[in-house]
């Protein structure tokens, strides 16, 4: 159900007073309302893409084409340039700057064999951050006099505040329009803004740390609210699954690394003997079966953590919004605070693209 469904006697009277005081204390965001027309990917290039990666291109180039007012876009962390080529067909002259460089190879090839005028979308190879390299490439990217607008589509970690000083300090660049990730990455960075910093050190706020940023990144209450109950089920075995496995490696000093991106798949979590029966394919562990039968005994002292996982899950899906919304907002007060004027969208649909909102700044 949606939030505005469920009967609030349902729920505990301090989870009601909690989503009351979450209301007040959000930050308000502009809606930008994507509209389908008839700019789009060739289909014959977004082959192996996502649905939701298709939707965050047009959308997000529809945004840019709407606000963007400057004739050179500089897209940091371009990837294999599908953004570009879209932004290219609204008639912006586009450079794509990608630190990867096998990534940036493959961004090339891709648009040599569409035959890309080269004049028009220019490739660069670099690490960005607030270095003399990428402003000596920035001045000789955007256009003398008219200024160029810096954009990024999930810009990891401590790449958003990066851009977002390169923009303040770049006589050049006139706007810019950010979508960040990946809360957690960021290294020391947070807060940015002086009006957060002070207000941390009246409150004597000590736990602004990776802990508190990671839960920031969880992924939206939009997405909690349609879970099915198969999948709050799925979604609790593969907590408490993990939890017992971790608990154990601890015992034995050993490293719980991932051999694969997606951990876990629907199938291996369906029960605790074919997640153990998979956990080798999963992680870089070996077991004997001395091991499996200790595990299999941890996980029965810990069985009751089946009551606990989604009931505390739910909260945190809650208390993500406060961390991305104060996120968002220290780094709209830092833009502001050197004369930026900003804004904040909504641009995607969050149940598709969880990280869905657009820092949007303009210089006076």
Same mark, same amino acid.
């Given at each position: 159900?949606?939030?505005?469904?469920?009967?609030?006697?349902?729920?505990?009277?301090?989870?009601? %007073?909690?989503?009351?005081?979450?209301?007040?204390?959000?930050?308000?965001?502009?809606?930008?309302?994507?509209?389908?027309?008839?700019?789009?990917?060739?289909?014959?290039?977004?082959?192996?893409?996502?649905?939701?990666?298709?939707?965050?291109?047009?959308?997000?180039?529809?945004?840019?084409?709407?606000?963007?007012?400057?004739?050179?876009?500089?897209?940091?962390?371009?990837?294999?340039?599908?953004?570009?080529?879209?932004?290219?067909?609204?008639?912006?002259?586009?450079?794509?700057?990608?630190?990867?460089?096998?990534?940036?190879?493959?961004?090339?090839?891709?648009?040599?064999?569409?035959?890309?005028?080269?004049?028009?979308?220019? *490739?660069?190879?670099?690490?960005?951050?607030?270095?003399?390299?990428?402003?000596?490439?920035?001045?000789?990217?955007?256009?003398?006099?008219?200024?160029?607008?810096?954009?990024?589509?999930?810009?990891?970690?401590?790449?958003?505040?990066?851009?977002?000083?390169?923009?303040?300090?770049?006589?050049?660049?006139?706007?810019?329009?950010?979508?960040?990730?990946?809360? *957690?990455?960021?290294?020391?960075?947070?807060?940015?803004?002086?009006?957060?910093?002070?207000?941390?050190?009246?409150?004597?706020?000590?736990?602004?740390?990776?802990?508190?940023?990671?839960?920031?990144?969880?992924?939206?209450?939009?997405?909690?609210?349609?879970?099915?109950?198969?999948?709050?089920?799925?979604?609790?075995?593969?907590?408490?699954?993990?939890?017992?496995?971790?608990?154990?490696?601890?015992?034995?000093?050993?490293?719980? %690394?991932?051999?694969?991106?997606?951990?876990?798949? %629907?199938?291996?979590?369906?029960?605790?003997?074919?997640?153990?029966?998979?956990?080798?394919?999963?992680?870089?562990?070996?077991?004997?079966?001395?091991?499996?039968?200790?595990?299999?005994?941890?996980?029965?002292?810990?069985?009751?953590?089946?009551?606990?996982?989604?009931?505390?899950?739910?909260?945190?899906?809650?208390?993500?919004?406060?961390?991305?919304?104060?996120?968002?907002?220290?780094?709209?007060?830092?833009?502001?605070?050197?004369?930026? %004027?900003?804004?904040?969208?909504?641009?995607?649909?969050?149940?598709?693209?969880?990280?869905?909102?657009?820092?949007?700044?303009?210089?006076?």
């Amino acid at each position: 159900k949606r939030p505005e469904e469920i009967e609030t006697v349902s729920l505990p009277d301090i989870v009601n %007073k909690f989503k009351a005081r979450l209301k007040k204390i959000l930050q308000n965001k502009s809606e930008f309302y994507h509209t389908k027309d008839e700019i789009a990917c060739d289909k014959n290039d977004t082959r192996g893409l996502s649905q939701k990666k298709i939707h965050e291109v047009s959308a997000f180039s529809q945004f840019i084409s709407e606000k963007c007012t400057e004739n050179t876009i500089i897209d940091i962390g371009s990837g294999l340039g599908y953004l570009d080529e879209i932004l290219l067909q609204r008639g912006f002259n586009v450079i794509g700057i990608e630190s990867n460089n096998s990534i940036h190879k493959g961004a090339m090839e891709r648009h040599k064999k569409m035959n890309i005028d080269e004049e028009r979308l220019r *490739h660069i190879n670099l690490i960005f951050g607030c270095d003399s390299e990428s402003f000596s490439v920035l001045n000789s990217c955007s256009d003398v006099g008219r200024g160029g607008c810096l954009v990024a589509l999930h810009a990891c970690g401590d790449l958003t505040n990066h851009i977002i000083n390169a923009f303040l300090q770049s006589q050049n660049i006139r706007c810019m329009a950010v979508v960040s990730c990946c809360y *957690h990455k960021m290294l020391g960075t947070f807060p940015l803004s002086q009006e957060l910093k002070d207000l941390s050190m009246h409150h004597d706020i000590d736990f602004f740390n990776h802990y508190f940023l990671r839960l920031g990144a969880n992924e939206p209450l939009s997405r909690w609210w349609r879970m099915s109950a198969d999948e709050h089920v799925e979604h609790c075995n593969n907590v408490v699954f993990r939890a017992v496995l971790e608990i154990f490696c601890q015992q034995r000093t050993l490293e719980l %690394k991932k051999k694969r991106r997606k951990a876990t798949k %629907k199938s291996e979590v369906k029960d605790f003997d074919s997640y153990l029966q998979n956990v080798q394919n999963i992680y870089d562990l070996s077991f004997n079966q001395k091991d499996i039968s200790e595990i299999k005994e941890l996980y029965d002292t810990k069985y009751e953590l089946h009551n606990l996982v989604e009931n505390i899950s739910g909260l945190q899906f809650l208390i993500q919004q406060v961390i991305e919304s104060l996120i968002l907002a220290d780094r709209k007060s830092y833009l502001e605070q050197f004369g930026a %004027k900003t804004e904040l969208y909504h641009v995607f649909d969050d149940v598709i693209s969880p990280r869905n909102t657009v820092i949007y700044a303009v210089k006076s």
